[in-house]
């Protein structure tokens, strides 16, 4: 993906623009891009508002933004708050913060430090979730997924007194070939090494080869298939 | 039409696949999104496949995995057309085509030296249809005719070819898929060609 060199869009304060292809994109402040952005380097710092799609070799996200369309980039990292209104397609994601897909999320590596919320299917390599709040995905499939519950000293969301967060994942399906889950509730989990940690709630478990249950676990039936 | 589908978990027991591959698979869009076909059953949602299509699938993506990447395999089976072409002489010596099928061709929609890869279709369906006798080399040129000036306009979608009969008139469709599509009685369906597929074993055939 070549783009023209030197071409490059550059967005600061408060401003407006429009959308196009460019080598380099950056928007700092508060920027608003109206239509398609296709770039090889995008940069976002600040609160980030793109009414297009968006096709990248590598985006970072610094603040908050929101992508009306579909995301497509090799390598994506967030931190802070990003919301997708179509798919996001990619080898690698990164979030430290939350995010938010309203379609299908594939990626081959997806490591998450905080929340997401994926209304379809969560399909990459390697999934690595810490939760810190709350996070819901319609289903998850995959190679190697984790999921794990992030301790409470360390959480990259803002901590406020008197407000407690729990921090869950629900999900319907979780299918994959090694599963550990902490904190998780689903309907159904399938793979060929299952794992149930601590505060799960599972109904059910299908597995091939190995399934192990934490004692502070809740699962409804297992079965070896 | 109703199709005999298989559920994933059948479909992962009978080829010895695992839940990764499936997903690694699909995300290399080595099995397109509309195979995934969602029912409702008494457990809940569960995801369901066309079962010939699958199989098939699986099993192609099994044994070539050894001698092309993932990528490359999702060339062979993206309906997208290859950006390649063959010499005229090649397509006879390396037995791709007929001779008599490409003879049609060339007096119907003219001669050329080199054909790119969607001339290079058109022969082969050609090709094939008059080899299964469905077709008589007058109907033939309806054929070329029909993907000549419709097939263009497919692009990367999915298509297949409808041939019918009555009355002995005959017709040709070109039809976007996945659709349905039902005929009166004295409609004599004669034969129903996937294009995606038949894309897939002519890039293999020239590869």
């Known amino acids: ?225 | 039409m109703e199709q005999d589908l298989i559920s994933k978990k059948e479909l992962l027991e009978l080829t010895g696949i695992s839940y990764g591959q499936l997903y690694r698979w699909k995300r290399k869009n080595l099995i397109p999104e509309d195979w995934f076909i969602r029912k409702s059953t008494f457990t809940g949602q569960e995801t369901f496949f066309p079962r010939e299509k699958i199989l098939a699938r699986i099993d192609k993506i099994i044994h070539m995995k050894d001698d092309l990447s993932l990528d490359e395999l999702a060339d062979v089976f993206s309906p997208n057309l290859a950006e390649l072409a063959v010499m005229k002489e090649e397509l006879i010596k390396r037995n791709i085509v007929s001779s008599e099928s490409l003879h049609l061709y060339t007096e119907q929609l003219g001669d050329a030296k080199v054909f790119p890869f969607e001339k290079i279709l058109y022969v082969y369906i050609l090709d094939q249809l008059l080899r299964t006798g469905d077709i008589s080399l007058e109907e033939g040129k309806m054929l070329l005719r029909v993907l000549d000036d419709h097939y263009p306009k497919f692009q990367s979608k999915n298509g297949e070819l409808v041939f019918i009969r009555k009355m002995g008139v005959s017709a040709f469709f070109l039809l976007s898929t996945p659709a349905d599509i039902y005929f009166e009685p004295g409609v004599k369906v004669v034969t129903r060609l996937n294009l995606a597929s038949s894309i897939e074993e002519l890039k293999i055939k020239i590869s």
């Open chain 1, 1 to 225: 993906m070549e783009k023209q060199k030197g071409r490059d869009l550059k967005v600061s304060g408060i401003a407006n623009a429009s959308g196009g292809a460019y080598d380099k994109a950056k928007i700092e402040g508060i920027g608003k891009v109206h239509g398609d952005l296709d770039c090889n380097d995008l940069k976002m710092d600040g609160k980030c508002t793109i009414k297009g799609n968006v096709k990248a070799g590598v985006a970072d996200i610094d603040g908050m933004a929101t992508i009306a369309g579909s995301m497509s980039a090799d390598k994506l990292t967030i931190d802070g708050y990003a919301s997708i209104g179509g798919g996001f397609s990619g080898e690698e994601l990164e979030v430290e913060g939350y995010l938010s897909v309203a379609e299908n999320c594939q990626a081959e590596t997806c490591v998450i430090n905080g929340g997401v919320t994926i209304s379809g299917l969560l399909n990459a390599g390697t999934i690595q979730l810490k939760l810190y709040g709350n996070s819901r995905v319609k289903e998850i499939g995959g190679e190697a997924i984790q999921v794990k519950k992030g301790s409470k000293r360390f959480s990259p969301l803002p901590t406020f007194p008197f407000v407690s967060f729990t921090s869950k994942l629900t999900v319907d399906t979780i299918e994959g070939d090694e599963i550990y889950l902490e904190a998780t509730q689903a309907r159904i989990v399938r793979g060929n090494h299952v794992t149930i940690g601590p505060g799960c709630e599972i109904e059910r478990v299908e597995y091939r080869e190995e399934f192990q249950q934490d004692k502070g676990a809740r699962v409804g039936s297992h079965e070896k298939m």
